[in-house]
């Protein structure tokens, strides 16, 4: 039966591996401070400079000014043929006024060339202002997605180990979370994947069991030529047991360990966006408040659990207890009704307990919640102080076209 049941199990995590698509963990490109105020300054100094050059664009006459020019030139001899025509011959007036007829017909020719030429030049005018503005819509995006995503790593950086609390909840045996810790991970760090995988979860198992020595030798941050396709299970039952005895045996088992392994490494990587800014101080203040409070708050919230079943369940037997007394009235049953009444009346008083027990339990957690919530204002009002005094060191000024952001574009306290 139990033989049984473990198949059972195992064809069920199969069937959850085959049906979900095993989604790659991309390596993350983090930056230092250093390097992100410069990217901010270069984005925004080309913003500027796009801005500048599209103010002064303007149509390309030099086609257009060529042909004004050829117009009026000979617009200048009809004029001097005019000018001159008295007194002449009238075979020389017949010469001059030819002359004049064939010089009107070029200034035409010269005109429609003109009318061609200036639209021509309103066109390509049209087409620079049109390609200027996309590559300025194009860096204004490039501009808030920076300032957007470094924001988004900041606050992972600084507070991601406790707003992680609650995300997702894997059960792991005490062996699968120990092989994890010896990656250099915790159960928060797995909120950016859905689930762990059959071969995943058998090598953090097997991981467990390494000694010191034996974890360095495998150099769990070198993740080169390791295909991250490979911890999908072998849909082949034969395989797939072939693959098993493999990570208990040890064989390969990196292989299966090359998501956990991304996902150190970019906890790893972060930490390089705050190292040696005040914003590391900034980090160490949260988590040690947190570890306290958030401890503290977890047991009341467990407490609050376990009182909650309790007056479910007695809410349930009192309900009971009033069918019961009911019933015995109406069958004429004295001693049965004094039974039930009397029990609902003790299940009452109990009720009343718990209720009141809960209440205190709302009024511990009240202010621990609070001072959560005021140490997180906190952190981020000194995330945005650091920030501020970065921008003003660099003379980085952020575009109004910006929107209000929380760290690099938020309102002062004058606003």
């Known amino acids: 039966m139990g ?26 490109k983090i930056l230092t401070m250093d390097e992100v105020f ?14 500048r050059n599209t103010e002064n664009l303007g149509l390309n006459n030099s086609e257009v000014a060529k042909i004004e020019e050829e117009i009026r030139n000979l617009k200048a001899k009809i004029d001097e043929l005019n000018s001159s025509i008295e007194g002449k011959s009238k075979i020389e007036k017949m010469k001059m006024t030819l002359n004049i007829t064939s010089i009107e017909s070029e200034i035409t020719l010269k005109e429609m060339d003109l009318e061609e030429e200036k639209k021509k030049a309103e066109k390509d005018y049209d087409s620079r202002i049109q390609s200027s503005n996309k590559k300025i819509e194009d860096t204004k995006k490039e501009i808030e997605s920076f300032i957007k995503v470094t924001e988004e790593n900041l606050a992972d950086v600084v507070k991601g180990t406790f707003q992680k609390r609650g995300t997702k909840n894997f059960k ?65 039952i034969t395989k797939r047991m072939e693959t098993n005895l493999n990570i208990l045996r040890g064989d390969d088992i990196k292989t299966y360990l090359v998501r956990l392994i ?38 009341i919230e467990k407490e609050e ?44 008083e109990k009720l009343l307990a718990f209720e009141k027990e809960n209440e205190k339990l709302k009024i511990k957690k009240e202010p621990i919640q609070n001072k959560i919530n005021t140490v997180n204002e906190m952190v981020d009002e000194m995330i945005k102080e650091v920030i501020k005094e970065e921008l003003k060191k660099r003379e980085i000024v952020i575009p109004s076209f910006v929107p209000i952001t929380k760290y690099f574009n938020a309102p002062s306290e004058e606003d």
């Open 262 to 299: 991304i996902l150190k490494n970019n906890k790893i990587a972060r930490q390089k966006l705050i190292e040696g800014t005040d914003l590391e101080e900034t980090k160490n203040y949260y988590n040690n408040i947190m570890k306290v409070e958030l401890s503290n708050l977890e047991n």
């Open 38 to 51: 410069n990217k901010l300054k270069e984005k925004i100094n080309k913003y500027n400079e796009l801005s």
């Open 172 to 236: 792991l045996t005490l062996f699968q979370e120990q092989g994890l810790n010896k990656i250099g991970l915790s159960v928060l760090d797995l909120s950016k994947i859905d689930y762990l995988t059959e071969l995943e979860l058998a090598a953090l198992t097997k991981l467990s069991s390494y000694s010191k020595e034996e974890i360095e030798k495998l150099n769990l941050t070198d993740t080169s030529n390791i295909n991250q396709t490979i911890v999908n299970i072998p849909f082949n």
């Open 3 to 28: 033989l049984f049941l473990a198949i059972n199990n195992q064809l069920g995590q199969l069937n959850n591996d085959l049906n979900n698509q095993v989604e790659e963990i991309k390596k993350d």
């Open 305 to 348: 659990a376990e009182l909650n079943k309790k007056i479910e369940s007695i809410k349930e037997d009192i309900y009971q207890y009033d069918i019961l007394a009911n019933d015995s009235k109406i069958k004429g049953s004295e001693e049965n009704f004094r039974k039930y009444s009397n029990l609902r009346l003790n299940d009452n």
